[in-house]
């Protein structure tokens, strides 16, 4: 594994300050992660930890099973946060882990969002959330959907998060799904990115975890066994995870995250996200660098799970090729990833996507990481995926169907809610 420095962020952060600079501006600075933006963060009142270290995983495969080898060293307590659990053979391999550990003692809780269950066509009914709760696993639902049923549409858990005895760490973009290991007829192979995570930092995702978890079911998890001293030798490189800062928290916080690092870009921003409809702050922050210079690289997918998406994606991305930014659409499969790297200092990935209900609504994490040789990882994973790419065109609008240039231009419209 390597060691990085990592800043986790949910949606009760502040807002981060402008970095921006024209690019070769004080080149031999390069807002290098002990400086520029480090201090930005200090200031603002973060709380940074140091010795930690992470590995990305880029196919579900390895993430599930380096997953599984973990929760069977669990000796403690096991914590999982996600969108949704499926009805499906991963979901059933992780709870057969999870219901072992738990009858060997080890407390088991596990939380996911209701809309989430509901949403996808492989829920967890009433009497299979019975079954496992029967096996010792403590399993709660986000905010279950009641009349009026509106009122639960927005501002779901949306985070996928798993901490192991205080000591492991698992966040990123997937959920637990068969299809994320086989993919799917209308789209083919998913793609997405995970991470695993130690040391300090992972006391802070137990914090978001349980701050959640009281909120649904009023239990307090405060026993100094849900946040062990972890004694670390790695490499001494900063990381925080945090649920505050300073007072009122904020659900800008990742919308915050994003603009603040487009802001800072003096050389090349890279982009995947699969459901690209950016709010106004974050494209204009985009367009901003584009005209200051910056090289901005935008990955979308071609084909996309959501019927509308893929048209307004297309949309957004074709006004930035315009503007200038080179847009890409992935056409090996569905890109679920969500990553963006700034020059070659620090990167972000996570469980946000760039559009309204992620940046403006839902609960979220992603981590900040601030390292050259894991961004260098997501810039080498980048240029990989480019192979299975191709680049948007000046024509590319002319020849796209009217009926889809509609509904593009109808989603686009829609930013706000959608």
């Not at 998890?221 to 300073?246: C, M, Q, T």
């Not at 916080?253 to 603009?259: G, K, P, Q, T």
């Not at 200038?324 to 963006?340: D, N, S």
């Not at 996570?350 to 994490?365: F, P, V, Y």
Request: with cysteine; glycine share 6%; net charge neutral.
């Amino acid at each position: 594994m390597y060691k990085i420095a990592i800043l986790l962020l949910i949606t009760t952060l502040y807002a981060l300050p402008s970095l921006a600079q024209k690019p070769g501006a004080d080149d031999a600075g390069t807002l290098t992660s002990d400086s520029v933006a480090a201090r930005e963060l200090r200031r603002l009142g973060f709380e940074f930890t140091d010795r930690n270290e992470m590995e990305f995983f880029t196919t579900a495969h390895d993430k599930f099973e380096d997953l599984f080898e973990e929760i069977d060293r669990a000796k403690t307590f096991i914590h999982l946060e996600y969108f949704n659990f499926r009805n499906d053979s991963i979901a059933g391999l992780l709870f057969n882990h999870l219901a072992r550990k738990a009858a060997e003692g080890v407390e088991v809780r596990a939380m996911y969002d209701a809309f989430g269950n509901m949403s996808n066509n492989s829920p967890i009914s009433k009497a299979m959330h019975d079954s496992i709760c029967a096996l010792g696993i403590k399993l709660v639902k986000f905010d279950p959907i009641r009349f009026p049923w509106v009122n639960h549409v927005f501002g779901r858990d949306h985070r996928k998060i798993v901490v192991i005895d205080g000591r492991i760490g698992y966040t990123g973009g997937m959920n637990v799904a068969d299809y994320y290991i086989t993919g799917t007829k209308e789209v083919g192979p998913w793609h997405d990115l995970h991470m695993k995570i130690q040391g300090p930092a992972v006391a802070r995702m137990e914090d978001i975890f349980a701050e959640t978890w009281y909120k649904e079911t009023g239990e307090l998890l405060s026993d100094s066994k849900y946040v062990p001293r972890v004694e670390s030798d790695f490499h001494n490189l900063r990381l925080a995870i945090v649920n505050r800062a300073g007072g009122k928290p904020r659900r800008s916080a990742i919308r915050d995250l994003y603009v603040t690092m487009i802001n800072s870009a003096r050389h090349h921003i890279q982009i995947i996200n699969p459901y690209f409809v950016p709010t106004h702050r974050v494209r204009q922050a985009l367009k901003d660098a584009v005209d200051r210079g910056v090289d901005v690289e935008i990955m979308l997918s071609e084909a996309s799970d959501q019927p509308m998406t893929p048209n307004t994606t297309h949309y957004v991305g074709h006004n930035l090729s315009k503007r200038g930014a080179r847009v890409y659409l992935y056409q090996g499969g569905f890109h679920h990833t969500k990553m963006m790297v700034v020059d070659d200092i620090y990167c972000t990935v996570g469980s946000s996507n760039l559009d309204a209900r992620s940046l403006r609504c839902d609960l979220e994490i992603n981590a900040l990481i601030m390292d050259k040789e894991k961004t260098q990882e997501l810039m080498h994973l980048f240029e990989m995926e480019k192979m299975h790419c191709y680049q948007i065109g000046r024509d590319f609008w002319k020849k796209y169907p009217t009926g889809k240039k509609f509904l593009g231009w109808l989603g686009n419209l829609l930013t706000p809610v959608m």
